[in-house]
């Protein structure tokens, strides 16, 4: 909610003015907390009061500030956001304000603007011609930019997740492995058939242990059947992932049967080189050496895929981003009209995730490890829900539970 706080003078309790203003407030749906209130001792002696209101949007405050303005109500007039010009390329200058991952408005020509492509530790960039802000990483500054300095007229609309009673709420709580498991999954089907039913785009971002558990069968149905559109994932599941359908092993071992293959442990590189020798993942599902798994079926339903390399990849495969700032800016880019995000088995791509999102899109983490959760709402996606599970077993009863939607 947002929040000022007015004050009141004068004669305010025998003539019922702070009394009014509290009926006023409650009527407009709004919210106060009274913090500090000094009557007056004698009829001469003046009365004061500090209250803080609260009301659902900016919006609604103004009203609220307005009707409240009858009754002799005060509060400080807000100011433009100062705006300082980058003296240099990649840096903000000194005082640059440090965006949150939560709404946030800037007022600029006495208007409150709403801030584009929020996202958590970026600065604001304004854009003088439309009077527009957004948010910017460092390596984005280029010399010359406005960028917004201090904290005067900046305003953050906390997000509040509205949570339902029962299993939401439950799901909301500290993470634990004893939580009702196959009733969250039915509920988080619920989501994403929702999300697919209004024409939001979902996202998966996975690790190769969706590979290595045999659970790859089951994301190849969620894409066949509408629920992924946009892939995060690095080097190693697309390795694996190609491995398991050139040999049908991952790291050297048959998925089958459970029994290490002879030379296995040469099967992620074969898979490698087969690719690169075709030119391409997409290359070479349209050349038909790769003839199922995930890569093909993202290549056949258009799935966006973003893979970020990292410093241990063999190879790695030829659509694989090994400048992290330029995969940084390609997952900011495809998680734009994303409304729903699935993190599966996947520490550091879990949290690369979660820096970028804004607080108001719904995420599910599943780890087999417990921290990893932790440690992706400590860095402040609060939103997240958080199970703690197998990943096979996981994708089996949510491709179940979305059957059984549809």
């Known amino acids: 909610m947002v929040s000022e706080v007015v004050t009141l003078e004068g004669h305010i309790i025998d003539s019922k003015v702070l009394a009014n203003v509290l009926d006023d407030i409650l009527s407009f749906g709004g ?101 527009t802000f957004r948010c910017v990483p460092v390596t984005a500054v280029r010399k010359g930019q406005p960028i917004v300095c201090g904290e005067r007229g900046i305003k953050v609309v906390p997000f509040e997740r509205t949570r339902a009673k029962g299993v939401f709420e439950f799901m909301a709580s500290e993470i634990s492995t004893e939580k009702p498991k196959h009733t969250i999954i039915r509920n988080i089907a619920g989501l994403m058939h929702d999300a697919r039913k209004r024409g939001d785009r979902l996202l998966l971002v996975g690790g190769p242990a969706i590979v290595h558990t045999g659970a790859a069968v089951h994301v190849v149905k969620l894409i066949e059947n509408g629920y992924i559109h946009v892939l995060f994932a690095g080097n190693a599941l697309a390795t694996h992932d190609v491995e398991q359908n050139l040999f049908g092993t991952s790291l050297g071992v048959y998925l089958d049967k459970n029994s290490l293959a002879d030379s296995g442990h040469e099967h992620h590189l074969r898979a490698i080189n087969t690719v690169r020798r075709a030119g391409g993942i997409r290359q070479a599902v349209e050349k038909g050496v790769i003839t199922g798994g995930i890569m093909h079926a993202c290549v056949k339903h258009n799935v966006k895929m973003v893979l970020a390399g990292s410093v241990r990849d063999d190879g790695p495969m030829p659509e694989v981003i090994t400048d992290m700032v330029v995969a940084q800016d390609a997952m900011r880019s495809a998680i734009r009209d994303v409304g729903f995000v699935l993190m599966v088995a996947t520490t550091l791509h879990s949290v690369a995730t979660g820096n970028l999102l804004p607080a108001w899109i719904p995420a599910v983490c599943v780890d087999i490890n417990p921290p990893v959760l932790t440690k992706l709402a400590d860095r402040g996606s609060f939103q997240t829900i958080g199970i703690v599970t197998d990943v096979e077993p996981f994708f089996r009863s949510l491709v179940q539970e979305l059957n059984s939607l549809a």
């Open 31 to 131: 919210e106060f907390s009274i913090l500090e209130v000094h009557i007056g001792q004698t009829r001469q002696e003046r009365s004061h009061a500090r209250i803080e209101v609260r009301a659902e949007s900016l919006e609604r405050m103004q009203e609220l500030l307005h009707i409240m303005g009858r009754h002799g109500v005060l509060w400080h007039a807000a100011e433009d956001a100062e705006i300082q010009l980058a003296d240099m390329d990649g840096a903000f200058p000194e005082a640059f304000y440090s965006t949150t991952n939560q709404q946030t408005y800037v007022r600029s020509q006495k208007k409150w603007i709403e801030v584009k492509d929020q996202e958590m530790d970026c600065g604001l960039v304004h854009e003088p011609q439309s009077n």
